[in-house]
């Protein structure tokens, strides 16, 4: 079976079945109180990758997304994006932007860049409510928009921690 293309959330068709369980599981958990009901849905998460591309088609590649794919625990997830650019003032990089799949917000960070900047690359920590799909957007000079993804398994989300000391 094909994988889908890396800048939209993947079907559950082609999700196994650990990826089913964990799903229950953090059904079950949202639905008991543990993190919040408005968990982003994928459709959220298209709308804002449209609006970052600002009606250009988004196309895969030049855009590397570094995370852990097996995070232990979701309060503190490093992250960098590099984009291939030669960072002149005729090809550089704008702006770039990363989206979560099932954070309650799909917006993650958004960087906004110059030729000056010499090197598309930006590195920060996010949280991570539960496992999913991250996706890395660059805007371009010249109005094309680029996009990598990269999956993440989230061992201790960020939203259920209880905040009580031992």
Request: net charge negative.
């Amino acid at each position: 079976m094909p994988k889908p293309p890396l800048v939209l959330p993947p079907s559950m068709a082609s999700r196994s079945r650990r990826h089913l369980l964990l799903a229950g599981i953090g059904t079950g958990l949202a639905a008991a109180g543990w993190c919040p009901a408005s968990l982003a849905r994928t459709d959220d998460l298209v709308r804002r990758m449209a609006e970052f591309a600002l009606g250009a088609p988004v196309r895969e590649g030049r855009v590397r997304l570094e995370v852990a794919p097996l995070v232990d625990n979701g309060n503190t997830v490093p992250v960098t994006v590099t984009v291939d650019s030669p960072m002149t003032e005729s090809d550089h990089v704008t702006h770039i932007a990363i989206f979560n799949e099932r954070n309650p917000e799909p917006d993650v960070a958004l960087f906004r860049l110059s030729a000056a900047a010499g090197v598309a690359t930006v590195s920060t920590r996010i949280r991570l409510a539960t496992t999913q799909r991250l996706v890395a957007m660059a805007r371009m000079v010249d109005g094309s928009c680029w996009a990598g993804a990269a999956d993440v398994f989230v061992t201790l989300a960020a939203c259920i921690e209880t905040g009580e000391e031992d």
